[in-house]
């Protein structure tokens, strides 16, 4: 489906309009070999998230060790009368990613009469299932969806939206996953698509200790490393891949000079394998680099902010400083 008609009915029934920009699907093979042919090996963390693996997930956001669902949830409950202050009356709100469907029913209950909600994912069959769950339990907000590639920036211009100020809202800390440079693309993607008086309210996690931090991604119960290992599973099951998982084993790694949390599988013994017929090789001791979660002082997260036009007008915090999010306008003279 291609409707990019401003104003025309959708055909899913409870959308005001279902926009597919066609995002080219990703190629998990050519990923994979490309990952596999570096030195050191690595794999992109967007293939996580299969059917199983976003199960996984869930139940990391539930351990004691992983602080940042939680906390995130806890700042929204506390700065509710804030948000509505600011975004005023008929906000609409732009969700790149439509994730946790928690964080965004408490930042619409929160508002004053939002007028819309547009749920942005490269997924076309996941987005169109949670903007429908969110179009039936508020009848009175314009719902929309776009199938689009948010990461090469925002295309709204075509649609007809609510006339309110519009809010992107990009909680999870999910901007740490990118590297620096990934990080000012995104943002400066965002910022291109605003106009004057719109915003964006972003999560960010904080720099902490550092035992603190690797064990929010090294849990003692082993789901973190479920979660990392599911990726072999499905390169096993999907790919043709002969890798033994039982070889690998999961750890979490801070680094300091770069700020952010690496995730990565270690070979525990010599391992040679296959990918659809494509041998690798992979050394005791090699490891297979998976994610990285970028941490941010406030210091720094302002920075590039800055670098890319914006102005951090707000920054809320947990009595712990264990995670922030900031509200941020486009800069007068960007």
């Given amino acids: 489906m291609h409707d990019r008609v401003s104003g ?30 570096r030195t050191p090996k ?53 969700e790149p990613g439509s994730g946790s469907s928690v964080k965004i029913r408490k930042l619409l209950d ?15 069959e996941h987005l169109e299932s949670a903007c429908q769950e969110i179009a039936a339990d508020y009848p009175n907000l314009q719902v929309g969806a776009i199938c689009a590639d948010f990461t090469e920036g ?24 990118f590297e620096p440079e990934g990080a000012r693309a995104l ?15 972003i999560g960010a996690d904080r720099v902490k200790d550092a ?45 300091a000079e770069k700020a952010r949390i690496e995730m990565h599988l270690i070979a525990i013994r010599d391992l040679h394998f296959t990918v659809s017929g494509h041998e690798f090789q992979l050394r005791e001791g090699e490891s297979i680099h998976t994610e990285n979660s970028h941490k941010f002082t406030p210091e720094s997260f302002t920075s590039l902010a800055k670098s890319v036009g914006f102005d951090v007008l707000q920054t809320w915090s947990d009595p712990a400083d264990l995670f922030t999010l900031h ?4 800069a007068a003279k960007a």
């Fill in 42 to 94: 690595q794999l992109t963390p967007v293939y996580f998230y299969d059917a199983k693996g976003s199960a996984i997930f869930d139940e990391i956001t539930a351990l004691p060790e992983y602080y940042v669902t939680r906390t995130e949830l806890g700042i929204l409950d506390q700065i509710g009368s804030e948000l509505a202050a600011l975004a005023g009356p008929g906000a609409v709100v732009i």
């Fill in 211 to 255: 035992d603190r931090l690797v064990a929010a991604y090294d849990d003692k119960a082993g789901v973190t490393a479920r979660f990392n290992l599911n990726l072999i599973d499905r390169i096993n099951d999907e790919l043709g891949g002969t890798i033994d998982a039982s070889a690998l084993r999961h750890k979490a790694i801070w680094n």
């Fill in 8 to 37: 025309r009915p959708s055909t899913h029934a409870a959308l005001a309009f279902y926009d597919d920009q066609q995002p080219p699907a990703g190629d998990f093979l050519a990923d994979v070999l490309d990952g596999f042919s």
């Fill in 187 to 201: 943002l400066s993607g965002f910022r291109k698509a605003m106009r004057p008086g719109d915003a964006v309210l």
């Fill in 110 to 124: 929160a508002l004053s009469v939002p007028a819309a909600y547009v749920g942005l994912d490269i997924s076309g």
């Fill in 327 to 330: 509200w941020l306008e486009p």
């Fill in 154 to 177: 925002l295309d709204l211009k075509h649609l007809t939206l609510e006339s309110g100020r519009r809010i992107i809202f990009f909680p999870g800390s999910t901007i740490g996953n």
